[in-house]
């Protein structure tokens, strides 16, 4: 392992509030008496419903599929009866359709769920074809499909797979548990991928502020071919994956483009292990780790949560709150959206429950702007989000574009950072919505 | 359980950091310059600044509460300019003049424009200019010699200048990086001075590129116009260390990038320098100044950070 850390230009540092659960291991949930899946918990085409209300269904059963390629399958998470298929809200604050399980508290395991073996012995099609079936999506809370990332154009040539173990968001340690916990799973993952890929390189990179993952991944990978430790600079947003990649290769993604542009695929640790875990067990996507912390919940913990399982079933399970919340946040602090009630199934993309109280949840006021640049320092794309933000609220869109308000990462640097408290990220997505819409038309 | 949830948009967390925190650094690194002018100028530099500062703070407090603003003196930016103004004048000055420099500044250079943020001149240096237009004699001659305790014209810019004649003696250099010499109320302790822009740098209030490119090209060029021998007097001598500081850094009147900070510091340096050799006036700090705040939003406009993953432009 090299000594050297590696980063981006600008960021930020936030504080890291781990503390709380980067010690406590990954736990498993108290089973839940029902589960609500919503069909799409992806980016992509909403899957059609394979099950009817009534049916029984095992755990590992796929209950919903598409037949567009830019899409994820979803599976029962529980075995039991179907009881409901409706629209229910979910974490993306509209109501999706969903199907609701109860459990019979059996946890039957259904016959399409065998391990799957050695990774060698599948081709790339069949490694595709499998992480397509277990529904893999990004873990870390975008959702992308993993197969259709995994299947460049023909003309574009991958030579790095980049494990993203960075898990810059502040408070959320699941990732770090994953990787202190199932170090196998990992690089089973890898392993997979890498030839799904046709890549000899992988590299794991972290944040230095885990050095026990990365002496354990260091361990784990030892021996393995072409898979290499990434010590990376605790530096907010490090886990972005276009700033990952510049970290680690010196590559920089141009503007407008994807990381197959310049050969690199990226992955999160959390996703890898899923797909480790789905070769050595054979059960597909139905359980993940996400981290349940914040001011206003008693016991913090990592928790191992079947997807479909309430917020309120979750945040109960952790002693319930410790306060009066003032925020519910799906995912981390700088990208996760807040929700407007606890009953809302975590799915696929739930690294974290972030409960804060009400006074760490008031939305600062903010003063008028005093051009320190803090944001121009700070933004990793090398944004002026001072300026497209006045645009913006000028509803100057125009204007706002050739200041580059669609490259925008939304990543909330300059917004964390602004002295004036002004609301910055929040209105550059309002140009970036305009600019990019506009294009659209166009 | 029904629970009311506050709903916002991400980021969820904030730093610490407000402009209230940032002002008061910008006043601590002003304190020590401040005990210096005491000590060498009398009390009546600390009355001077305390008239300056109520008068700017008065003033910001009036006008926002007649214009139906939100009254935002807390965040001590009127205070900052109310220290400046002081600074900029000579310790024996009338009272008078303290309040009227930071009545203008605030009032006319700030509030006018909309208040923190949108001024496009520096408030304070707008303040001396219309005090050095309106009152030249109060503000060029009341100068108190620490070493004589004589009230003098003689700055010793205005020396070099041979504006005294031939016969007046510079300071040693090393009175003039305590301090010891005529001159403005705040600006003559060069060491002072750069220990409060030392800190503003160390808490991250300020980049180190303005004043180092600022007195950069002043050192450069005098030692072009006026010899190696007399770089020190130039840097040392006015109101340099001050203004490359804690005016010309002031974030509303600079550029935003830093490519953008080099030019307009190169600028205020070539500007000091043209006004020093053939203006009309010994100093060209504050003017200098002030001519680049007006080219900032050019300089903003041509000179934009390289977009990440964006062409080479």
Redesign the interface.
Known sequence: MSTKVFTFKGGIHPPHYKKQTESLPIENAIEPKFVVIPLSQHIGAPCDPLVQVGDKVKVGQKIGESKAFVSAPVHASVSGTVKKIEPHITTGGSKVNCITIESDGLFEVHESVKPKGKVEDYSKEEILAIIKEAGMTGMGGAGFPTHVKLSPPKDKTIDTLILNGAECEPFLTADHRIMLEKPEQVVTGAKAVMKALGVNKCFIAIEKNKPDAIETMQKAVSGTDGMEIIPLEAKYPQGDEKRIINAVTGREVPSGGLPMDVGCVVDNVGTIATIGNVFLTGMPLVQRVTTVTGSAVKNPKNLYIRIGTLFKDIIEQCGGFSEEPGKIINGGPMMGIVQYTDDVPAIKGTSGILILNKKDAQVPEPSNCIRCGKCVDACPVNLQPFMISRLAILNNFEEAEKYYAADCIECGSCSFICPAKRPLVETIRLAKKEVISKRKKA | ?E?K???????????E???H??MLDVLIGLLPALAASVFYFGFNSLVLVVLSVVSAVVTEYVLQVIMKKDV?IA?L?AVVTGVLVAFNIPSTAPWWIAVMGSVFAIAIAKQIF?????NFMNPALVGRAFLMASWPVHMTTGFIDPITDAVTAATPLAILKGVEGEALQLPSLMDMLLGRMPGSLGETSAILLIIGGVYLIYRGVIKWIIPVVYIGTVAVLAMFVDGPSMVLYHIFGGGLILGAFFMATD??TCP??DKGKIIYAAGCGALTMLIRSVGGYPEGVSYSILLMNILTPLIDKYV????????KK
């Open positions: 359980m629970i949830l506050i709903g916002s948009s991400s980021p969820h967390i904030r730093s950091q407000t402009t925190k940032i935002a965040d930016s909309g208040g923190i943020g949108f974030y509303v935003i990038t934009s950070p390289k977009l990440f993953g964006g062409a």
